[in-house]
């Protein structure tokens, strides 16, 4: 079965610290994708960023970054110079690689982040 | 905007009631997965359509029923409803991945229902 941990339930930084929040994921598919996704307070869910199990490559966006390990079975994101618009519920999702269709979504529990001024 | 458009925004109910929550997806997405969010339990797969289809299905009570209609929009049907019910239900669509893949999921803004 699937499963995604994120151990930190909440985390509160001065704004422009730099803040990583980690995802451990636990599958036996050789091929899988994991998924980032913000919760702002106004509840909507927002898609930040897809990785395949086959793409180690770190990314970077702006002010946000990725940390693809398959060794340790992590994805992590960092959040450079944080922002208070950066205050969120982040998810880190995993799903299964399906042929013809989607698979669904197995969400971690979600990383309070609070950026204080 | 995701372009997938949920109604209503919120509802409020007694227990014991039928509700029928409306989705609809992104132009030319073919899937529709609707999602429970609660406090308890977090964020929790329920159901999956394609292009009419059932296609899978999670944590979904007996109470619940979902469809896709030919037009793609989808309803999800909660029944005999209980205060445990109370939750945020997410609707996403996403494009299909071709031969093989997992796309992301767009989601639309939530419905939340609370029980009386």
């Known amino acids: 079965a699937q499963k995604v941990t994120q151990a930190q339930t909440e985390i509160s930084v001065v704004e422009k610290e730099d803040v990583t929040l980690d995802c451990v994921y636990e599958?036996?598919?050789?091929?899988?994708?994991l998924f980032w996704y913000k919760q702002p307070p106004s509840g909507e869910l927002v898609f930040l960023i897809r990785?395949?199990?086959?793409?180690?490559q770190n990314e970077i966006s702006g002010r946000y970054s990725w940390n693809f390990q398959k060794s340790t079975s992590s994805f992590n994101f960092t959040i450079t110079a944080s922002q208070v618009v950066d205050s969120a519920v982040y998810f880190c999702?995993?799903?299964?690689?399906?042929?013809?269709?989607?698979?669904?979504?197995?969400f971690g529990k979600g990383i309070t982040l609070s950026v204080r001024p | 905007d995701s372009g997938v458009t949920q109604t209503p925004k919120h509802l409020i109910t007694a227990t014991g009631q039928r509700v029928t929550l409306r989705c609809s997806p992104r132009?030319?997405?073919?899937?529709v997965y609707w999602y429970q969010q609660s406090l308890d339990q977090g964020l929790q797969f329920l159901i999956q359509?394609?292009?009419?289809?059932?296609?899978a299905k999670g944590n979904i009570l007996e109470r619940f029923s979902a469809q896709q209609f030919p037009d793609l929009h989808s309803e999800l049907n909660l029944s005999s409803l209980e205060l445990g019910d109370s939750a945020l239900y997410f609707c996403?669509?996403?494009?299909?991945?071709?031969?093989?893949?997992?796309?992301?999921?767009?989601f639309g803004p939530g419905t939340r229902l609370t029980v009386l």
């Open positions: 599958t036996r598919d050789t091929t899988y994708y």
């Open positions: 359509y394609y292009n009419g289809e059932e296609r």
């Open positions: 996403a669509s996403s494009v299909q991945p071709g031969t093989s893949g997992s796309n992301e999921q767009f």
């Open positions: 999702a995993l799903s299964e690689s399906y042929t013809g269709a989607n698979s669904k979504l197995t």
């Open positions: 132009s030319g997405d073919l899937s």
């Open positions: 990785r395949n199990s086959f793409d180690e």
